[in-house]
């Protein structure tokens, strides 16, 4: 290799981490924000002298307009430029987050809330569509294995962050906080970008038609229209894949501990244990899908068996009369398959966009997160209700397996970027 190549090639690399690390800090930033609010709801309960359900409206509000949201922020990523969106959008979050803690009562939160939630709905068309365009495909599946990551440990250090300031200084201080140190990752986020820069549909014609004044050059062929995207197969399977993946994961996330404890006589210690090893279990698949990913062709052979091994593991829960450290094992395993999955799904959803259109279709299938995520609680908490606490870890498991076709629909479609 010549000395030309190498520094080259190193340049690269150094271009690839700057841009990898910026998209990555918006997600961690995105991820801390949104658990922001669980940790102090006891407090803002007794504050404004409301109801839990009262308190969980105001989570209802973040996330349908986070998931409304990400559709339209997916038109906006491809016409005005990645950039620019997720440059707004962690700010309006950000901002909106630390405003709930000068809140002076609890019906401002509820228009906060909607406007963090638009805020939120930028980060997975921006983020995946700006790795997409900027970073070099031979380090894409790390790339989205890190823009992963991020976000879990962005979920891992927010009830702590949070909830020790709300602790020590109160449920306001706590919200102030975390909306400052959004602001300032924003900040690091502006200053970075030159480096994660895409251009939009607008931009682009306008540069093409300035080069086509004197030269006559034509202009670039108008990108793949929305209605086009949204009616296309291999984006409605990958939609599907995204509910039924998210469904399950809110199911083992938020009610496995509740499970655990009220039908297996699992002491709260243990069966936090396990909720915990599912994330560990998660960014460890994670960190293997992305090599993998890079170094493997067959990203539809990688998803489909992955959810079929975590389906089988999950599905074992149910059985009755297991050892508490053998459900422990099968819920960390079958996290770690799940997140084998993460970097190739997200691969094969790049390969499936037409030209301009990652934004549109990471946008779109996304959205399935929201909706699986909103969907979830009234299923699980209902088999908890009814003293089907086993049921959880079945359901779980048949929404993996009835995922693994869905897969099928990626194979062998790829568009040019």
């Given at each position: 290799?010549?000395?030309?190549?190498?520094?080259?090639?190193?340049?690269?690399?150094?271009?690839?981490?700057?841009?990898?690390?910026?998209?990555?800090?918006?997600?961690?930033?995105?991820?801390?924000?949104?658990?922001?609010?669980?940790?102090?709801?006891?407090?803002?309960?007794?504050?404004?002298?409301?109801?839990?359900?009262?308190?969980?409206?105001?989570?209802?509000?973040?996330?349908?307009?986070?998931?409304?949201?990400?559709?339209?922020?997916?038109?906006?990523?491809?016409?005005?430029?990645?950039?620019?969106?997720?440059?707004?959008?962690?700010?309006?979050?950000?901002?909106?987050?630390?405003?709930?803690?000068?809140?002076?009562?609890?019906?401002?939160?509820?228009?906060?809330?909607?406007?963090?939630?638009?805020?939120?709905?930028?980060?997975?068309?921006?983020?995946?569509?700006?790795?997409?365009?900027?970073?070099?495909?031979?380090?894409?599946?790390?790339?989205?294995?890190?823009?992963?990551?991020?976000?879990?440990?962005?979920?891992?250090?927010?009830?702590?962050?949070?909830?020790?300031?709300?602790?020590?200084?109160?449920?306001?201080?706590?919200?102030?906080?975390?909306?400052?140190?959004?602001?300032?990752?924003?900040?690091?986020?502006?200053?970075?970008?030159?480096?994660?820069?895409?251009?939009?549909?607008?931009?682009?014609?306008?540069?093409?038609?300035?080069?086509?004044?004197?030269?006559?050059?034509q202009a670039e062929p108008a990108p793949a229209h929305f209605w086009h995207i949204i009616t296309m197969p291999v984006v409605l399977l990958a939609f599907l894949f995204f509910v039924l993946s998210a469904f399950a994961g809110a199911g083992i996330q938020n009610f496995a501990i509740s499970a655990?404890?009220?039908?297996?006589?699992?002491?709260?210690?243990?069966?936090?244990?396990?909720?915990?090893?599912?994330?560990?279990?998660?960014?460890s698949g994670v960190l293997l899908g992305g090599v993998l990913a890079d170094r493997s062709e067959k990203h539809h052979v990688i998803a489909m068996l992955g959810l079929a091994v975590s389906a089988i593991l999950i599905m074992f829960v149910f059985h009755t009369g297991l050892h508490p450290v053998?459900?422990?094992?099968?819920?960390?395993?079958?996290?770690?398959?799940?997140?084998?999955?993460?970097?190739?799904?997200?691969?094969?959803?790049?390969?499936?966009?037409?030209?301009?259109?990652?934004?549109?279709?990471?946008?779109?299938?996304?959205?399935?997160?929201?909706?699986?995520?909103?969907?979830?609680?009234?299923?699980?908490?209902?088999?908890?209700?009814?003293?089907?606490?086993?049921?959880?870890?079945?359901?779980?498991?048949?929404?993996?397996?009835?995922?693994?076709?869905?897969?099928?629909?990626?194979?062998?479609?790829?568009?040019?970027?």
């Amino acid at each position: 290799m010549s000395v030309a190549s190498s520094a080259q090639k190193a340049a690269g690399s150094q271009s690839d981490i700057r841009i990898i690390g910026t998209v990555a800090s918006a997600h961690f930033t995105s991820h801390i924000l949104q658990l922001a609010l669980a940790p102090l709801f006891p407090m803002m309960r007794d504050a404004f002298n409301v109801t839990f359900v009262d308190l969980g409206l105001i989570l209802t509000c973040f996330y349908a307009a986070s998931g409304l949201g990400q559709i339209a922020a997916g038109v906006l990523v491809d016409r005005f430029g990645a950039h620019r969106l997720l440059m707004m959008g962690i700010t309006l979050q950000s901002g909106s987050v630390a405003l709930m803690g000068l809140a002076p009562n609890y019906y401002m939160l509820l228009p906060l809330a909607v406007l963090a939630g638009i805020g939120n709905s930028v980060y997975h068309p921006a983020d995946l569509s700006i790795l997409s365009h900027r970073v070099r495909p031979e380090r894409l599946g790390r790339a989205f294995a890190t823009h992963v990551i991020a976000g879990n440990i962005g979920f891992g250090v927010s009830p702590i962050f949070v909830g020790t300031i709300g602790v020590m200084w109160g449920w306001r201080a706590g919200l102030l906080a975390v909306g400052i140190l959004g602001l300032i990752i924003s900040c690091w986020v502006i200053l970075n970008r030159p480096a994660i820069r895409t251009e939009g549909q607008v931009q682009r014609r306008q540069a093409a038609a300035e080069k086509g004044k004197p030269g006559g050059q034509q202009a670039e062929p108008a990108p793949a229209h929305f209605w086009h995207i949204i009616t296309m197969p291999v984006v409605l399977l990958a939609f599907l894949f995204f509910v039924l993946s998210a469904f399950a994961g809110a199911g083992i996330q938020n009610f496995a501990i509740s499970a655990l404890t009220e039908g297996y006589g699992m002491v709260l210690a243990m069966a936090t244990v396990a909720v915990a090893g599912y994330q560990v279990g998660t960014a460890s698949g994670v960190l293997l899908g992305g090599v993998l990913a890079d170094r493997s062709e067959k990203h539809h052979v990688i998803a489909m068996l992955g959810l079929a091994v975590s389906a089988i593991l999950i599905m074992f829960v149910f059985h009755t009369g297991l050892h508490p450290v053998a459900i422990i094992a099968l819920i960390a395993a079958s996290g770690f398959a799940t997140g084998i999955t993460m970097p190739s799904r997200d691969v094969l959803v790049r390969r499936a966009a037409p030209a301009g259109g990652y934004g549109k279709v990471f946008g779109i299938v996304y959205s399935g997160f929201d909706i699986g995520s909103l969907v979830a609680p009234l299923i699980f908490g209902s088999l908890i209700d009814h003293h089907m606490s086993h049921g959880v870890f079945l359901v779980c498991g048949i929404a993996l397996i009835v995922g693994i076709p869905t897969v099928m629909g990626f194979k062998g479609k790829h568009h040019k970027a």
